[in-house]
């Protein structure tokens, strides 16, 4: 009987393990960045950008922008780079999730833009905010231009020759462990749970089948158990 007993047990047991274990919670954290202009060639003069350093505090030589991202999912420290894809949240604009502006006419990038070629992720290194990556065609003054952020660097280029390759402006996007300004816990908008996270039907009724069984089990054991306490006072009397 014991024998019995131990392999219902064992059966719950594998029914327990067989449930799906949920999932750390994200912690959804938005923050601002920022960055600067380097160099502005002939073919980006009418992108309203302007060199940083001699444009000190004016919106021409400037970079900024805002991002939302799961702080769980940040990369421990000695991991080298990894890029964070950011992604759609609950009752988060695309804005909020992710934007960036050039200069002063402005340039204005965002989540889900129609001409998105890749990310936008954010990038770590080690664990440390290193940029972001994002790369984007657009179109300017009738002219075609490529905006791509490969970590804390970014560069416009116009088309020649139908492709990207003449540099209109370059810069950079500050980064390090203070990068992240105003860091500031998001709570979703509530919603439903996913259904993945419920337990199926099979999943409920071969747990029910193992409970069943070591209900079963017991009963049958103190059935023994009695028995045999009576054959004893017999063998007594």
Not at 81 to 97: K, Q
Not at 116 to 128: C, E, Y
Not at 198 to 219: D, H, N, Q, S, Y
Request: aromatic share 8%; hydrophobic share 40%; charged share 10%.
């Amino acid at each position: 009987m014991m024998s019995k007993l131990f392999g219902a047990a064992i059966t719950f047991v594998l029914v327990l393990a067989g449930i799906p274990s949920s999932q750390a919670l994200p912690i959804y954290t938005t923050a601002g960045f920022s960055g600067g202009v380097l160099t502005v060639k002939e073919l980006g003069s009418g992108l309203g950008l302007q060199r940083t350093n001699t444009c000190s505090g004016c919106a021409a030589g400037s970079v900024s922008g805002h991002l939302l991202f799961d702080k769980s999912l940040t990369p421990a420290s000695g991991t080298g780079f990894v890029n964070v894809p950011l992604g759609s949240v609950t009752g988060a604009s695309n804005d909020v999730i992710f934007d960036i502006i050039f200069g002063n006419k402005p340039l204005e990038f965002e989540f889900n833009d129609p001409h998105v070629l890749g990310g936008p992720s954010i990038q770590f290194k080690n664990g440390v905010f290193n940029g972001l990556f994002f790369v984007e065609d657009f179109t300017s003054n009738g002219k075609s231009f490529e905006l791509s952020i490969q970590g804390g660097a970014w560069t416009i280029k116009g088309r020649d020759d139908d492709e990207y390759s003449e540099l209109a402006a370059s810069g950079y996007i500050n980064i390090g462990n203070n990068a992240l300004t105003n860091q500031a816990l998001f709570v979703p908008t509530p919603q439903q749970l996913p259904q993945s996270s419920v337990p199926e039907p099979t999943t409920l009724a071969l747990l029910g089948l193992g409970l069943f069984g070591l209900i079963m089990a017991r009963r049958s054991a103190g059935r023994s158990s009695l028995q045999s306490a009576g054959q004893s006072a017999n063998q007594v009397a």
